[in-house]
């Protein structure tokens, strides 16, 4: 029987006199592709939202690995393995493409302030470690020959790969893609297709926002 990681129930949100989120219920099994769709104005920027504390529902649950995470903050959130991307790219444009992923493996950095400060071995080691990491990750979506440039001056689409790249860093158990599609011609439409596939067959699970049908009629697992 498949595994539900992800479930919300009767989530509502409203924002003054605004519903932008009416009773919605639905559920992410372990390792599969969900693609969320729905017209423009539906809510579902919103659903990742209140997903990744960004805002908390007004009533109803969300359930994420067995824990309630309704009131959890939004570090507390990316902690438990919850990651995203948005619609619009939000990189660190002046940091490069390797800093951008390294400050996300950051998350679960254990040495702290004072280790950074004093470089004590221990902090020097999960430098380290979370560099080499991230490389890693540059390697499996693909843009590592591009570590040293300015995320600023990589071409569109490999922001775009940088995007997941950085969520990937916060080692997720469900990573959330909004429209990762967005502004892609048909060719780089099929090899993110061909990535979003990889990516769960690496065992992360993942909703997908798309209204690209040709997108998600070809790796969604459930719609
Ligand atoms: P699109 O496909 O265009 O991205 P969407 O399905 O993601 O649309 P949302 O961005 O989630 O839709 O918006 C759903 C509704 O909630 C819209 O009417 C939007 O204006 C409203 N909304 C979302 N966030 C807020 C907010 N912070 N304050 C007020 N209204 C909001």
Not at 181 to 204: H, M, S, V
Request: charged share 25%; proline share 3%; glycine share 8%.
């Amino acid at each position: 029987m498949s595994e539900k990681l992800l479930e919300l129930k009767n989530v509502t949100i409203k924002f003054g006199g605004i519903t932008a989120l009416n009773e919605v219920n639905f559920h992410v099994n372990k390792g599969e592709i969900c693609a969320l769709i729905g017209p423009n104005g539906a809510g579902k920027t919103t659903v990742f939202n209140v997903v990744t504390g960004v805002y908390t529902p007004t009533s109803g649950t969300i359930t994420f690995a067995g824990t309630k995470i309704n009131k959890q903050k939004r570090f507390q959130i990316t902690g438990m393995g919850i990651a995203r991307t948005f619609q619009n790219i939000r990189l660190w444009g002046d940091m490069t493409t390797l800093e951008n992923v390294i400050t996300a493996t950051d998350v679960h950095k254990k040495s702290g302030l004072m280790g950074a400060l004093f470089g004590t071995p221990r902090a020097r080691r999960e430098e380290r470690e979370n560099r080499e990491r991230a490389h890693e990750i540059l390697k499996f979506i693909g843009i590592d020959a591009y570590a040293e440039v300015a995320a600023r001056n990589l071409p569109y689409g490999h922001q775009r790969r940088l995007e997941i790249a950085r969520a990937l860093g916060t080692n997720p158990k469900l990573l959330c893609l909004d429209e990762p599609a967005a502004g892609f011609n048909p060719a780089e439409k099929q090899e993110l297709n061909e990535l979003i596939l990889n990516i769960r067959d690496q065992g992360y699970t993942v909703l997908l926002i798309e209204h690209d049908m040709n997108v998600v009629m070809k790796i969604s697992d459930r719609i």
